[in-house]
C-alpha cells in the first residue's frame, strides 16, 4: 500500500465499466467515510446508497453532469448538517481514496436539485446532501506505479508546490 501514490493519482472518473461493484468492496468504501475524523467525534453524516438503476436514473436529475450517476454501479449521497461541511468533505475524500485503492473509480457530484435529491432519498429536514459520489470501475483501467510517482506529479494541471507553499521559519 503506498498512499501517497494513490493520492496523486487518484483521478474523478466518469466512464463505467459495465461491472458490479462487490458488496465487500462497497462495505470498505462506506467503512472508510464512517471512520473519518470529525470535530468532537461528531460524525454527523449518513451515506444513502443506491446501486438500483432506475433509481440512479432519478438521482441523476438532481447533480449538475447527471451521465456521471446514470453510469455509476452505485452512488453514495453524503448528508450531514449545515454546521458540519468540513468533516463531510474529509469523509468524501477518504471513500474516494478506499474506492481508488481498491481499483475502483469515483467522481464527486454537486447538487443542482436539493429537493429532488432529498425526496428521491428520504432525507429527513435535519440533513442536506453535500456531494453524490459515483462509483464504478473505470472504462479503461491504470494502475500507477511507484516509479509513475515523477511523471503523475509533472503531469497534473496544478499549480506549482512553489505557488502554493509559504515556508515561515
Same mark, same amino acid.
Given at each position: ?121 428520504? =432525507? +429527513?429536514?435535519? $440533513?442536506? !446532501?453535500?456531494? %453524490? @459520489?459515483?462509483?464504478?470501475? &473505470?472504462?479503461?483501467?491504470? =494502475? +500507477?506505479?511507484? $516509479?509513475? !510517482?515523477?511523471? %503523475? @506529479?509533472?503531469?497534473?494541471? &496544478? ?11
Amino acid at each position: 500500500m503506498d498512499a501517497f501514490l494513490d493520492i496523486i493519482s487518484v483521478r474523478a472518473v466518469r466512464d463505467y465499466a459495465d461491472r458490479p461493484i462487490p458488496e465487500e468492496n462497497l462495505r470498505r468504501i462506506l467503512e472508510a467515510g464512517r471512520v473519518t475524523g470529525s470535530s468532537v467525534n461528531r460524525q454527523e453524516w449518513k451515506f444513502y446508497v443506491v446501486r438500483n438503476s432506475d433509481r440512479l436514473a432519478d438521482l441523476a436529475e438532481a447533480v449538475y453532469a447527471p451521465d456521471n450517476v446514470r453510469g455509476c454501479k452505485a452512488a453514495i449521497a453524503v448528508t450531514t448538517t449545515a454546521r458540519n461541511q468540513f468533516d463531510a468533505g474529509r469523509c468524501v475524500q477518504n471513500m474516494i481514496l478506499a474506492a481508488w485503492a481498491d481499483g475502483i473509480s469515483s467522481c464527486p457530484n454537486g447538487i443542482r436539485d436539493a429537493a429532488t435529491a432529498n425526496s428521491l432519498l428520504r =432525507v +429527513p429536514s435535519s $440533513e442536506s !446532501v453535500t456531494t %453524490i @459520489l459515483s462509483f464504478g470501475y &473505470r472504462a479503461h483501467p491504470i =494502475v +500507477p506505479k511507484e $516509479e509513475d !510517482v515523477a511523471r %503523475i @506529479l509533472q503531469r497534473v494541471k &496544478r499549480k506549482s508546490l512553489e505557488e502554493v507553499t509559504v515556508w515561515v521559519d
